[in-house]
């Protein structure tokens, strides 16, 4: 089973309204609401391509009861630790007229102490094949968070995948995971460097790997055996919000199945995953029929 980590989760709300006019009142059209943060798109894109996963976060108040009740709704099984704040929302106004979307993203609810302790001590590690980190923290929780869960599940055997940008990918790296970035965090944590360099010295750091994601220009993986870089097989338009989510899931379920998976075969799927979510217009969703279309003709270096 992949377990999913979303420490900051959220209620995503999307607003459709004709035309968004600054200052101005709008009618809403429609209204979508679904369980969002990085990590539940991580879950959403593993469980489409068929593996079982557990959603791992904090929930509280109303907003936290939505959150639940629409996992649920959707398949995915889910652990939640309550906690004494009110769940975030994310709000997105969609412009009918071209379809660009106005987000507000709340900061979070903080996350006491106590509640931290309660939730790395519900970890089921027995069940776990592998703990997928994704996204920002919550006010309240210590910058190394994913590094002490990285920490915890080597202590079980279990490996992680931390998806994180700055110290904390570094801290990640140090702790042994699997890591995962995209170009402009990997910067922010080494300073100027190419993708490929930037990957190879994550993992002189210590990480078991590193996955680093480079928009259009597809992503390169590197471990101790290399370092390999693979191509869309077409430039494609669409939302690339929750691409990254959907190479974190293949790279998950990889590692998964064997902790040292052969990089150029998990990049094909990765690739193709990724480019199969900028085709839909939500994050977490896939096309899959463009998925095991391209999945064969990714080209890796
Ligand atoms: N226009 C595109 N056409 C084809 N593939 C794309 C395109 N944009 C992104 N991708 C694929 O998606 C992957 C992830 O994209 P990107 O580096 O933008 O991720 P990200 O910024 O981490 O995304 P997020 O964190 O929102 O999930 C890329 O490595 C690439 O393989
Ligand atoms: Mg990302």
């Known amino acids: 089973m992949i377990g999913t980590v979303t420490l900051n989760l959220a209620l995503d709300v999307t607003y459709e309204v004709d035309q968004v006019v600054l200052g101005g009142s709008h009618r809403v059209d429609a209204i979508r609401q679904r369980a969002g943060g990085k990590g539940v798109n991580v879950a959403r894109v593993a469980s489409t391509l068929g593996h079982q996963v557990l959603v791992l976060g904090f929930v509280g108040g109303v907003t936290g009861e939505l959150v639940a009740e629409e996992l649920f709704d959707a398949g995915l099984t889910a652990l939640l630790t309550p906690i004494a704040g009110e769940t ?123 996955v680093i994601t480079d928009g259009s220009r597809g992503m390169v993986a590197a471990s101790h055996k290399g370092v390999w870089r693979a191509l869309p097989v077409e430039k494609v338009s669409g939302n690339p919000t929750g691409a990254g989510d959907a190479c974190t899931a293949v790279v998950a379920a990889a590692v998964a199945e064997a902790p040292e998976p052969d990089w150029t075969v998990v990049l094909k799927s990765a690739v193709a995953a990724s480019a199969a979510a900028v085709l839909t217009p939500v994050a977490g969703d896939i096309d899959l029929g463009a998925y095991r279309r391209w999945q064969p003709q990714v080209a890796v270096n």
């Open 88 to 210: 975030r929302r994310t709000v997105a106004i969609v412009n009918g007229a071209d379809g660009d979307a106005t987000i507000f993203n709340e900061a979070g609810p903080s996350v006491t102490s106590d509640e931290w302790r309660a939730f790395l001590d519900r970890m089921p590690w027995g069940r776990l094949g592998v703990l997928a980190c994704s996204g920002s923290l919550p006010p309240g929780l210590p910058a190394d968070a994913y590094a002490e869960l990285a920490v915890r599940a080597r202590h079980h055997d279990v490996l992680t995948v931390i998806d994180t940008g700055g110290d904390a990918l570094t801290a990640a790296a140090k702790a042994g995971a699997v890591v995962r970035s995209n170009a402009a965090e990997l910067r922010d944590a080494l300073g100027d460097t190419t993708v490929e360099e930037g990957a190879r010295q994550l993992v002189q750091l210590g990480a078991t790997a590193a």
